[in-house]
C-alpha cells in the first residue's frame, strides 16, 4: 500500500512541518519507507558554508529513505518570503514541471512520500500557478493542518472548501495548538469536528520541544490507511 498525501495548512507557522514529519516519523516505525518532499522552501540559512531550510532538514531527519536534496526540495530559494517573490529576488522562475516529475521519482523510491506545501493552500508560486494548482497536479489526497487560534474556523472550512472545488479529496485534518492560551479550545475543535466533515488524525499539543516522534504520538493515521484513495 501507498500512501502518498499532500499536506496543507490554514495559513504559514501552523504546524504543516511538525505534522508532516510526525507523519513521516510514524510510517517509518511502522515499517514503510517514508521521505518527505518540499518542492518549494523559502528562507535558507549559511550553516558550515552550505544554505539549508529548516523544515527540508526536519522532514529528512523524520524519513527512512535517503534521497538527494534535488529531489526532496528541488526548488530552495534565499529569502524567507512569498516564492514567487523570492524567485523574482534571485532571478528565477519556478516551473511546475520540475516539481511533478522530482516527486515522481520519490514516489518509485518510497511506499510514503509526504508533500509538505508552502505556507496557505493559494500561495502564489510563478505567475500563472500556485500552491493549489501544485496539488491538482499531484493528484494526491489531501491532509490539512489546522492552527488553533482565534480565526481557524473560518481559515479551515474555507480552506476545505477551496480544496474539494478543485476535486481533491480532504482525507483528514490534524489540529495544532499553536496558540495554548485559546479561549474555548474544546467548543472550536468540536465545531470544526462537526463541519469539515473529514477524520481528525490527531490534536498536536502545543510542544516545549517540537520534535517528530513526540508528535507523532498524538496522531492516528488509521483512518488514512483505510482511504482507498491513498492506496491508488
Not at 82 to 111: F, K, M, T
Not at 193 to 206: E, K, N, S, T, Y
Not at 210 to 229: F, I, K, N, Q, V
Amino acid at each position: 500500500m501507498t500512501m502518498h498525501c499532500f499536506v496543507t495548512g490554514t495559513d504559514t507557522g501552523v504546524g504543516k512541518t511538525l505534522v508532516s514529519s510526525a507523519m513521516l516519523s510514524s510510517f517509518a516505525a511502522s515499517g514503510l519507507r517514508a521521505v518527505g518532499m518540499k518542492p518549494v522552501a523559502a528562507g535558507l540559512d549559511l550553516i558550515d558554508g552550505t544554505w539549508r531550510n529548516d523544515d527540508v532538514e526536519r522532514l529528512q531527519a523524520a524519513g527512512n529513505v535517503e534521497a538527494p536534496l534535488a529531489l526532496r526540495c528541488p526548488c530552495l530559494l534565499r529569502a524567507p518570503m512569498a516564492p514567487h517573490l523570492a524567485a523574482q529576488d534571485e532571478g528565477v522562475r519556478i516551473g511546475l514541471q520540475p516539481l511533478l516529475s522530482a516527486y515522481a521519482q520519490l514516489a518509485r523510491q518510497a511506499d510514503a512520500v509526504i508533500v509538505e506545501g508552502v505556507g496557505g493552500f493559494r500561495v502564489p508560486l510563478a505567475d500563472d500557478f500556485d500552491s493549489a494548482d501544485l496539488a491538482v497536479a499531484l493528484g494526491l489526497p489531501v491532509v490539512l493542518v489546522v492552527g488553533l487560534r482565534l480565526g481557524c474556523l473560518n481559515h479551515a472550512l474555507l480552506t476545505a472548501e477551496a480544496i474539494r472545488a478543485r476535486g481533491l479529496v480532504l482525507a483528514g485534518w490534524v489540529g495544532s495548538a499553536i496558540d495554548p492560551r485559546m479561549l474555548a479550545f474544546d467548543d472550536n475543535l468540536q465545531t470544526l469536528r462537526a463541519r469539515l466533515d473529514a477524520p481528525l488524525l490527531g490534536v498536536v499539543p502545543h510542544l516545549a520541544s517540537p520534535e517528530a516522534a513526540l508528535a507523532a504520538r498524538h496522531l492516528d493515521l488509521r483512518a488514512l490507511r483505510s482511504t482507498a484513495a491513498l492506496a491508488a
